[in-house]
């Protein structure tokens, strides 16, 4: 259900807080289902988790707004989580659904919820450090940065070492325990 | 599993392909990469300028990423293939949402297939260097750590643009070219310092790239950054690096002409005739 009820004249001002209820209840509802749409490529997450989900609103006329941001410039996974947060709405009875891009501020790993960090570490993924902080002026260059250690999420060792920091999606980085020898992979912090 | 569960079928389903016809080519318009961005250019900004700014921002980024993608299945290791592909991929995300931008503000409403298929190499305002070929890593790796550095430079500024679509894209753009800059600085530094013939083929890959620096800071009048402003900034990165790498930054003459304004090497129409041959052969076609 999405169409706000005519609330009548306004001798009936008691059935149009009626109506604003039952338009708060259809907002949580909608927010609770799109916040419950697993991301594609980490799917023990959520898009809540990850902190893609900006935001669930029903606008005057009824329609669902949800706002999505990217995690990376070219995450092909933006079109699937489009269309499926608009696909639940829609089964969950919502006639109107939009989707809207927020691109700013642009997403930060910092935006993972804890759940979402326990999750990952639970199923093997390890979870980013805080992301880094900037000064002002031109982003400076650590050629001899010493690497934060990375616990691995099997056997909990800090024995480990980065395999690339690239893996086989734009979030990711390969790691491998020096401790249980087991390859894993982690979030960076971006 | 049911139909929802999957979001594959989700997909098929979604807005304006019902029927599960699903669009996953290019040339159909299956995903803005903006949809939903309040897309109003705001008053007092020259929309042909920004425009311009956006395509030529957007073109470095395609043919950087096109040049990144021809690793694959090429690269020394497999660890370095994927660093190449998913540095490519980030500008080929970039490169959608500045096409994006640009379409809006030139008022033709053209999408990202438009501006990448469709357009002749002489239509194109990257620079020189994005499109000179791969050569050997160390020339690639030198390619990329100048590109990166520059790139890093001008979107850090354009994140304070008065467009506030183009100032999203950048900040955006600003933690990715971040790490890029990282890894080409760190192959850099183990390349310049590394074996006799590494050093070699670093120097030589930077005698390449000299010629075709002057081009990337000449000032140009328009919206954005004027790159002469960040000359300084990213010569002292570069400097950085290549005192870490024990390597000169060459000087050389600058090649006459600009990317920016269309003037390309030999290169870049094979280039795009690779990258645009299937969309050409068989335009509108979905699989």
């Not at chain 1, 024995?159 to 999606?169: G, I, K, M, N």
């Not at chain 1, 734009?170 to 087991?182: D, F, H, I, V």
């Not at chain 2, 497999?78 to 540095?87: K, Y």
């Amino acid at each position: 259900m999405t169409a706000r009820p005519a609330t009548g004249p306004t001798g009936l001002a008691g059935l149009a807080d009626l109506a604003d209820l039952a338009d708060l209840r259809d907002a949580r509802r909608a927010r609770q289902i799109a916040e419950q749409v697993p991301d594609p490529e980490l799917p023990m997450l959520t898009l809540a988790d990850l902190g893609v989900l900006r935001g669930v609103e029903i606008g005057p006329d009824g329609t669902v707004v949800a706002s999505l941001t990217p995690t990376y410039s070219g995450c092909p996974a933006m079109a699937e989580m489009r269309a499926d947060v608009a696909a639940r709405l829609r089964g969950a009875g919502f006639a109107r659904v939009e989707i809207r891009t927020v691109l700013d501020p642009p997403w930060t790993t910092d935006w993972i919820t804890p759940a979402g960090r326990r999750t990952l570490a639970e199923h093997g993924i390890a979870p980013p450090h805080p992301a880094p902080r900037r000064a002002t002026g031109p982003i400076p260059l650590e050629l001899t940065a010493t690497r934060r250690s990375v616990a691995c999420p099997r056997c909990g060792s800090a024995e480990t070492e980065e395999t690339s920091r690239f893996a086989s999606t734009s979030c990711k980085a390969l790691w491998r325990c020096r401790g249980c020898l087991e390859p894993f992979e982690y979030v960076k912090e971006i | 599993m049911s139909d929802d569960d999957h979001v594959y079928l989700s997909l098929a389903e979604a807005e304006g392909h019902p029927g599960g016809e699903a669009r996953w080519a290019f040339g159909t318009g299956f995903e803005d990469p903006l949809h939903g961005v309040d897309t109003a250019v705001p008053a007092g900004i020259d929309a042909a300028e920004l425009a311009g700014c956006c395509l030529a921002l957007g073109d470095d980024a395609l043919v950087s990423a096109q040049r990144l993608a021809e690793w694959c299945t090429r690269a020394p290791e497999l660890e370095e293939e994927m660093a190449l592909a998913n540095i490519g991929l980030d500008l080929l995300g970039q490169a959608r949402l500045l096409y994006a931008r640009a379409g809006q503000a030139d008022g033709t409403g053209r999408d990202e297939d438009a501006y990448a298929y469709f357009r002749d190499a002489d239509d194109f305002r990257s620079v020189r260097l994005a499109e000179l070929p791969n050569g050997d890593f160390a020339f690639s790796t030198v390619r990329l750590l100048v590109l990166s550095c520059w790139r890093l430079a001008h979107f850090d500024r354009l994140a304070a643009s008065a467009d506030p679509v183009l100032a999203a894209i950048a900040a955006k753009g600003v933690k990715e070219l971040t790490y890029h800059r990282q890894f080409a600085a760190e192959w850099a530094v183990r390349l310049g310092d590394g074996t006799e013939e590494s050093h070699h083929r670093m120097r030589a890959a930077l005698d390449r790239v000299a010629p075709y620096l002057d081009e990337l800071f000449a000032a140009r009048p328009g919206f954005g950054v004027d790159p002469a402003a960040i000359r300084d900034e990213v010569t002292a990165v570069l400097r950085q690096v290549l005192d870490a790498a024990g390597l000169p930054l060459p000087e050389a003459a600058a090649l006459p002409g600009h990317g920016r304004a269309g003037d390309h090497t030999e290169y870049l129409a094979p280039l795009l005739a690779e990258l645009q041959s299937v969309a050409r052969a068989h335009p509108g076609a979905t699989w």
